[in-house]
């Protein structure tokens, strides 16, 4: 599986009665004493570095792990979230492949695992280029086009199954991500930051959202996602009667929830993280599946292993 592509998402989503989202990453590193995130490109280049390079394995594997366990198909993403040509050169790696150096480190774990290795797809992450709570800092829809078709195309041509623009705050900048995935012929899939009021973070209704990005790009993305939501602001979000509507709920397939009930500028402000019980998180998130048919769920930060685990119980005894 090292050399090809995994397990199709499409087919995943088509035969699946849920899918498994991994956890957090790069929040967990964060609180490790004995890992140093890069400032430009946060913790794609620990695959270069041996401590570094186990810590992430540790974590990959123990969301792996879970998956096989409960026999539930996994989505892992790729350690690249801002890995852009532009964060790559200010970190001094220009001459390394990082995008599918990290591609191939996950896709490596993946083989270790069998006939269960069939059921795991690797989506190639990607996120805006500013701070993704800060829709202010959002580029424009042409803007964004230009600056992430290169990550796009170096994921595609590393081989992931599928791409992810993930914790997008606005509608112009995750509108050129999704013009410059599309030109790539994979299938993608964009995921918004949500307020329960059912908006992104810079106002946009997420009707609006999905119809825009769906009749401007072709081939549209193959589905959406929320993540760094709470469950709870998910499901209001999701049931608002002005900005949510029947095509949201079915455009959107899935959250990947954070543990925190602030909001994004709160939650961004906290000096200590802000943590679910495991058990709480995995009823409430399991939840969206039976009440809205959420597809695809996992976790963002607060995560660990715990929720994760938590979470996949639940799962497979529904």
């Known amino acids: 599986m090292i050399a090809g592509r995994g397990a199709s998402f499409q087919e995943l989503v088509a035969a699946s009665p849920v899918i498994l989202g991994e956890g957090a990453v790069i929040e967990r590193l964060r609180r490790s004493s004995s890992i140093r995130l890069d400032e430009h490109v946060v913790n794609s280049a620990l695959i270069y570095q041996e401590t570094g390079r186990a810590a992430l394995e540790v974590i990959c594997r123990q969301y792996l792990d879970i998956g096989c366990r409960y026999n539930l198909p996994l989505l892992l993403s790729t350690p690249t979230w801002r890995a852009g040509r532009e964060r790559i050169a200010a970190a001094g790696l220009a001459g390394r492949d990082l995008n599918g150096d990290n591609f191939r480190f996950l896709a490596g774990l993946r083989s270790r695992y069998g006939d269960y290795a069939h059921q795991v797809t690797i989506c190639g992450l990607m996120s805006c280029r500013g701070d993704a709570y800060k829709p202010v800092e959002a580029m424009t ?128 402000a906290s000096p200590e993280l802000v943590e679910e019980e495991p058990e709480t998180f995995g009823r409430s998130v399991a939840a969206l599946n039976s009440e809205l048919g959420m597809k695809v769920l996992g976790g963002c930060c607060g995560t660990d292993e715990r929720h994760i685990e938590c979470l996949a119980r639940e799962l497979a005894s529904e």
Not at 158 to 165: H, T
Not at 192 to 197: I, K, N, S, Y
Not at 205 to 228: G, H, K, Q, W
């Open 141 to 268: 829809a042409d803007a964004a086009r230009e600056f992430h078709a290169w990550q796009a195309e170096a994921l595609a041509a590393a081989g992931v199954d599928v791409l992810l623009a993930s914790t997008l705050p606005a509608l112009s900048e995750a509108m050129g991500l999704a013009r410059a995935q599309a030109a790539t012929g994979l299938p993608y899939v964009i995921s918004f930051v949500a307020r329960p009021e059912g908006t992104l973070l810079d106002g946009t209704p997420l009707n609006e959202a999905i119809t825009s990005i769906d009749a401007a790009v072709t081939p549209r993305p193959f589905a959406y996602l929320i993540n760094c939501t709470h469950a709870s602001a998910f499901r209001s979000a999701m049931l608002n009667d002005t900005n949510s509507s029947p095509l949201v709920r079915e455009r959107i397939i899935g959250l990947l929830a954070n543990t925190a009930a602030l909001s994004p500028e709160e939650l961004d």
